[in-house]
T-cell receptor, first 110, second 113 residues
Framework: DAKTTQPTSMDCAEGRAANLPCNHS???????VYWYRQIHSQGPQYIIH???NNETNEMASLIITEDRKSSTLILPHATLRDTAVYYC???????????FGAGTTVTVRA | EPEVTQTPSHQVTQMGQEVILRCVPI?????FYWYRQILGQKVEFLVS????????KSEIFDDQFSVERPDGSNFTLKIRSTKLEDSAMYFC???????????FGPGTRLTVL
């Protein structure tokens, strides 16, 4: 049961901002939005998460709409090393597992 | 920055053999997970482990699989009798407490011949 919908793929120019959308229209009040990425077949790498407020860290910014039905991950200055599959995951606060979908394959081009 | 480590990075085994995959969690983490990813497919949850007990497992985690923390540091996944379809990347993940952020290891590529 996919709780999130992401585009299958997107391209981004090196040095430009990459805006990755995610729809989670059935999100519940106690569910967080997590973003991970996976470079080649490496282990998923945590990027950022949020509940309802916008969040920013050294890697990215997360913008969550007021109704919480969608969010956008922003990579401010994409580099070639940001080429990866990006996963948007909705997770209950005290849940154990992460449920991965197919994600968005982001290709950063020089 | 503390990291989750996994050994071996690549394991090749014959069908029917037992394999043990090892994970060293981040030092203050108390919750441990195994996930797998068959080539070209999604990352799938296998099992979560806390306080020396399985807290949740998926349908994939059948009697052929077991987990333990044998020495208080390592966290292991054992596959008793490997099948061809067990070939996959296996990822360990750990977190400090329930609901916290999970951090993943680099994975072990298991190839069953």
């Amino acid at each position: 049961d996919a709780k999130t919908t992401q585009p299958t793929s997107m391209d981004c120019a090196e040095g430009r901002a990459a805006n990755l959308p995610c729809n989670h229209s059935t999100i519940s009040g106690n569910e967080y939005v997590y973003w991970y990425r996976q470079i080649h077949s490496q282990g998923p790498q945590y990027i950022i998460h949020g509940l309802k407020n916008n969040e920013t860290n050294e890697m990215a910014s997360l913008i969550i709409t007021e109704d919480r039905k969608s969010s956008t991950l922003i990579l401010p200055h994409a580099t070639l090393r940001d080429t990866a599959v990006y996963y948007c995951i909705v997770r209950v606060a005290d849940d154990y597992k992460l449920s991965f979908g197919a994600g968005t394959t982001v290709t950063v081009r020089a | 920055e503390p990291e989750v480590t996994q050994t071996p990075s690549h394991q090749v085994t014959q069908m029917g053999q037992e394999v043990i995959l090892r994970c060293v969690p981040i030092s203050n983490h108390l919750y441990f997970y195994w996930y797998r990813q068959i080539l070209g497919q999604k990352v799938e949850f296998l099992v979560s482990f806390y306080n020396n007990e399985i807290s949740e497992k998926s349908e994939i985690f059948d009697d052929q699989f077991s987990v333990e923390r044998p020495d208080g540091s390592n966290f292991t996944l054992k596959i008793r009798s490997t099948k061809l379809e067990d070939s996959a990347m296996y990822f360990c993940a750990t977190q400090t407490r329930r609901g916290d952020t999970q951090y993943f290891g680099p994975g072990t590529r298991l190839t069953v011949l």
